[in-house]
């Protein structure tokens, strides 16, 4: 499976702060928002990832994330010149994706909960179809919501409705079979002259072949684009990892625990570490896998 994450924008609800810096770039509490859709895409076992950003921005990703074969990762980076709709991420992205199935995950959306790492895998396996989240908000006229029947099939999507039938709003995470190239062909740009997302999930749902995977108590979705859910997201971060000692999308320990590389690997990030709070992490980290003498399963170190 191949994972892309859209992280093109201007970033203009954060203004002055994307004046100079991209929005994905600044910090979530201890490490860059975009860190936390990698994770995710990781979670789901994949390791090939185009990072889709503004021409003017790719340099910087390069210096933070390389080629990310340091984390068992292929990252390759991709332009988008205009920011024309989330769905034109396949426009761009087509071959890269070829004829493999994908996930698309936005730049500033973080997810955490119990068991999510077995949701995102089992999303990862299904071949045919589209399959997404949905998660209860207040305030669903700023997104894009579904509608479910009562056995919680879906029945529309709406992208922001005046008057919402549903509390449930989609979630910037997308996994498609290997036509989503295709059929974003067969779009026609909105009102506001964008390839929308919902529009091509409406194409497999009128299809029937779209499935919707409720995130309810227990479960985390933070969109991190405005002033307020930044702030919230780094405080729900902190007060996670300084409570339980344990990091949310620490990209070395989702390598070692996923697979993608080994624990000399991990041993020499470690050591590579600057000795500050995440050098020291590694290295306790490393500490007690060396008294384990195998890393602890997944869902132990993260969510």
């Keep these: ?8 924008g201007s970033g203009s609800r954060l203004y002055p702060m994307t004046a100079a810096v991209t929005k994905q770039l600044l910090p979530i509490y201890d490490k860059p928002m975009i860190y936390y859709p990698i994770a995710t895409l990781m979670l789901a076992g994949v390791r ?6 503004t ?6 990703y390069v210096d933070l994330l390389g080629d990310g074969a340091r984390w068992g990762l292929n990252i390759q980076y991709a332009a988008q010149r205009e920011p024309n709709g989330i769905a034109q991420a396949y426009v761009i992205g087509r071959d890269f994706v070829g004829n493999a199935p994908s996930a698309l995950i936005l ?38 919501v579904i509608e479910l029947d009562p056995s919680g099939q879906p029945l529309a999507i709406v992208e922001k409705p005046r008057a919402p039938k549903s509390n449930w709003a989609v979630t910037g995470l997308y996994f498609y079979d290997r036509r989503a190239p295709e059929l974003v062909r067969e779009l026609k740009p909105s009102a506001r002259g964008e390839l929308e997302i919902s529009d ?6 009128r299809a029937g072949e779209l499935s919707v995977e409720r995130l ?4 985390a979705w933070l969109d991190t684009g405005t002033p307020d859910s ?8 902190c007060t996670l990892e300084t409570r339980q000692g344990m990091k949310i999308a620490c990209l070395e320990e989702i390598a070692l625990a996923q697979g993608f590389i080994d624990s000399d690997a991990f041993a020499r990030l470690a050591a590579a570490a600057p000795p500050n709070f995440y050098g020291r992490y590694l290295k306790a980290f490393l500490a007690d896998l060396e008294v384990a003498g195998r890393p602890p399963p997944l869902r132990a170190v993260v969510a």
């Design 1 to 8: 499976m191949k994972g892309i994450v859209l992280a093109g």
């Design 48 to 53: 090939d990832i185009l990072l889709i950003t």
């Design 55 to 60: 021409p003017k921005d790719m340099e910087r």
């Design 107 to 144: 730049g500033d959306n973080l997810f955490f909960g119990n068991g999510l790492s077995e949701r995102l895998t089992h999303a990862a396996g299904i071949r045919r179809g589209a399959h997404i989240f949905a998660c209860r908000v207040e305030d669903p006229e700023r997104y894009g």
């Design 200 to 205: 091509l999930n409406a194409l497999y749902l």
């Design 216 to 219: 309810g108590r227990g479960f």
């Design 230 to 237: 930044l702030i919230a997201a780094g405080q729900f971060v």
